[in-house]
């Protein structure tokens, strides 16, 4: 069976959030953001290494204790999203062979449940086709000109909200995601570069919990979420 490794960007400013600290540092249920992402990562005995991409100048990973596991190992972000995950696909070029899966997670989102990372994994691994997790969309959904005027109102049975993680073999998504940077493009997420590529993408259908903590009111749902999962599993 083909390897399975991890990559976490966590190098982001969290611009539109607002505060000092950068948003993957920022508590909620006791703990960073990154924490919640890198715990529930590593409750996956399956994951051989995992990368978590960082921002060297920021000193706060000293607080996120699961930095410290023996599976994680640490390199420099980028500018972007895509430099940044690019950054970390390259540092397991010393062991990471052409066709192993790797599974990349946003650190921003700390709600992963186990059972989605699960299906998500099972049904890449069955049918040899990367994929990722997404959430169909309930609300109709309109397209502007300007940001203001609206020229159009999308099929929404055929839309779905991309969440990560998402995986793909390790050397073709480092050659879709170089592919984009050369053509000036900005991958938001690796299912794009894949796609630019030419290569099949899978959905696996996930849930609202799995959603990327962006302004300051998604703090508290978050926290509700993170509370109430873990008192399930008591
Ligand atoms: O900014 P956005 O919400 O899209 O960031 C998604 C994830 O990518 C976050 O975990 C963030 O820390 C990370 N990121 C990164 N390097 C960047 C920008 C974002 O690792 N240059």
Not at 30 to 46: D, I, R
Not at 113 to 126: F, K, N, S, T, W
Not at 196 to 203: F, N, R
Request: net charge negative.
């Amino acid at each position: 069976m083909s390897n399975l490794w991890g990559v976490v960007p966590a190098a982001g400013s969290g611009r539109r959030m607002a505060t000092e600290v950068p948003k993957q540092y920022l508590r909620v249920a006791g703990s960073p953001l990154l924490e919640h992402a890198l715990q529930a990562l590593l409750a996956c005995s399956e994951l051989r290494r995992l990368v978590v991409v960082l921002d060297p100048t920021d000193r706060r990973a000293d607080e996120v204790a699961s930095l410290r596991d023996p599976r994680v190992a640490t390199v420099a972000g980028g500018l972007e999203r895509a430099d940044s995950v690019l950054s970390g696909l390259r540092s397991l070029s010393d062991v990471a062979g052409a066709d192993d899966w790797v599974l990349v997670h946003d650190a921003a989102r700390p709600c992963l449940p186990p059972e989605d990372m699960r299906r998500l994994i099972d049904a890449v691994l069955a049918s040899g086709c990367g994929g990722l997790l997404a959430q169909r969309i309930t609300d109709t959904v309109k397209r502007t000109a300007d940001g203001r005027r609206v020229v159009a109102t999308l099929d929404r049975t055929t839309l779905w909200r991309a969440q990560t993680p998402q995986i793909f073999r390790w050397a073709e998504l480092c050659a879709a995601l170089e592919q984009m940077q050369q053509q000036g493009l900005i991958a938001t997420d690796e299912a794009s570069a894949m796609e630019q590529a030419g290569y099949e993408v899978q959905i696996v259908e996930g849930s609202s919990r799995n959603f990327k903590v962006t302004v300051p009111d998604d703090l508290p749902i978050a926290e509700y979420y993170l509370k109430t999962t873990v008192a399930a599993r008591l």
